[in-house]
């Protein structure tokens, strides 16, 4: 049968497959890759599958799950929607126009007869990415795959080769003070105005180093707890810090800047997601530049704010990949133009073959 990516797309984004509801979209790739006639692997509703044998291995990985619909979609969030050549739709963007730009690519060079020397090209399409909590797809499902020996991640990137990404340090500062009666304020040390002090002296504080993709370290407070009763001074006052790390500063570096700068005791609430980057000079990288070349695209490397499951092959050279605007991500006007969904097939194609023939 013809492998028709808009088709698979389509298909995927009909399917309201939300953290830990994968099955349904896990069921509709296992059926177009077997129909295609190419075995699928399956764990859960984690699917992979690929075409070739030997040692070295090119994995291409997406994501199958979305986040719920936000309040202002223009359309039906789970009915794709065609208008003036973009398709609409939660997911459309978020990821899955990449994971059916990675099926079709590799279905269709299998139906052509090509296969890689000397290796093997595998796709692996998993979970649970969005939550970004104790249990993620990609991790669980990896040991279980070929040995990677380079990767690509399906993320939206306007088809441009992000080769570094941020990483997340949550900080979580306790500030301790004494309680009293509210009336008798002066006889208790608030820790809420300690936390008030604290907050803004992040805000002031800055990192002297910059990585070149991914410029300066950012941070911002997200949540603050403290106080028991109107009526009590609080002895105890909690906020966190979501950091944005890059290669220049280890956690750790991190997190002592922080301790010497706040009056607050700072703990580590998640060290998990560390930042990961490639160099330019790696086999994944100038397969994907030479691919650009031979379609006469323009490919420009670049860093990503943006969290993705690079973070589990950050031992392996890596490229995060893939048609669609980020900024579209996560929001009611979530969609991609169609031509760019047809477009990175074509980079996925060319970028496997280029990878192959080094």
Not at 53 to 63: A, F, P, R, V, W
Not at 84 to 98: E, H, I, T, Y
Not at 112 to 121: L, Y
Not at 210 to 228: F, M, N
Request: glycine share 8%.
């Amino acid at each position: 049968m013809a492998v028709n990516v808009l088709q698979i797309l389509e298909g995927l984004v009909a399917i309201p497959s939300l953290s830990r509801e994968e099955k349904a979209a896990a069921d509709f790739v296992q059926q177009t890759v077997e129909s295609a006639g190419v075995y699928c692997n399956r764990s859960g509703d984690n699917v992979w599958f690929g075409i070739g044998e030997g040692d070295t291995c090119l994995l291409l990985n997406s994501h199958l799950d979305v986040v719920p619909p936000s309040q202002d979609h223009p359309y039906d969030p789970f009915t794709p929607t065609r208008v003036d050549g973009r398709l609409f739709g939660r997911g459309s963007v978020d990821a899955k126009a990449s994971g059916s730009a990675m099926t079709a690519a590799v279905l269709q060079l299998a139906a052509e007869g090509w296969r890689p020397e000397g290796g093997r090209v595998v796709v692996a399409l998993t979970t649970c990415e969005e939550l970004g909590g104790g249990y993620n797809g990609l991790e669980d499902t990896r040991p279980k795959l070929p040995r990677v020996s380079s990767a690509i991640v399906g993320e939206p990137t306007q088809l441009q080769p992000c080769i570094a990404q941020k990483g997340l340090l949550i900080l979580r500062v306790d500030c301790r003070g004494r309680s009293a009666h509210a009336a008798r304020s002066a006889e208790g040390i608030n820790a809420i105005e300690i936390a008030a002090r604290d907050i803004l002296a992040t805000q002031s504080m800055t990192f002297d180093k910059a990585d070149s993709y991914l410029g300066p370290v950012t941070s911002t407070v997200t949540v603050v707890e403290g106080g028991t009763a109107r009526n009590v001074v609080p002895d105890l006052c909690k906020f966190w810090i979501d950091v944005r790390s890059t290669p220049v500063y280890t956690h750790e570096e991190l997190t002592a800047l922080f301790s010497d700068t706040l009056e607050g005791e700072v703990n580590v609430h998640s060290d998990r997601f560390h930042p990961v980057s490639t160099e330019s000079d790696t086999d994944i990288v100038e397969s994907v530049l030479r691919a650009g070349t031979t379609l006469g695209r323009e490919m420009k490397p670049f860093g990503s704010p943006t969290m993705s499951d690079w973070i589990f092959l950050r031992d392996v050279p890596c490229v995060k990949l893939g048609p669609g605007d980020s900024n579209l991500s996560h929001t009611g006007r979530e969609s991609i133009e169609l031509a760019e969904v047809e477009a990175a097939v074509e980079v996925y194609k060319e970028t496997i073959r280029a990878y192959f023939r080094r």
